[in-house]
């Protein structure tokens, strides 16, 4: 599949893939004429790597786990790195948690003032 087709196929722009690659994220080949193709799970791939993205994760913690997602090989590094990150994510959930309990009882005083 040609660049432009990933491009559509994932909703992600030739600018992020191009990216991708030079981050080592996302393989492909080229042409005779020069044109970047990829393999058939490429659309997977990019959308694991979006996911990874929304989730707050570096390109750096992304290179270091996609391997294990490919050929399922796990090193003591991957462990850590996803340790890490489950660490970082459970406590941005905490945060958000507690800012939206501390906004809804904004709301709430807010609306009780409005009604009166």
Known sequence: MRIGDLAHATGVSVRSLR???QQLLLTSERTLGGHRTYDDDAADRVRLIQRLYAAG?????????????S???????????????MARIEL???????????????L????DHRSI
């Not at 994760?57 to 997602?69: D, R, V, Y």
């Not at 941005?92 to 904004?106: D, V």
């Open 19 to 21: 990216y991708y690659e």
């Open 71 to 85: 050929t399922k090989d796990v090193t003591d590094d991957m462990l850590r790195v996803v340790r890490h990150q």
């Open 92 to 106: 941005r959930i905490e945060e958000l948690t507690a800012a939206r309990k501390k906004l809804g009882g904004i």
């Open 57 to 69: 994760l570096s390109s750096q913690a992304i290179a270091a786990l996609l391997p294990c997602e």
């Open 108 to 111: 709430d005083t807010m609306e």
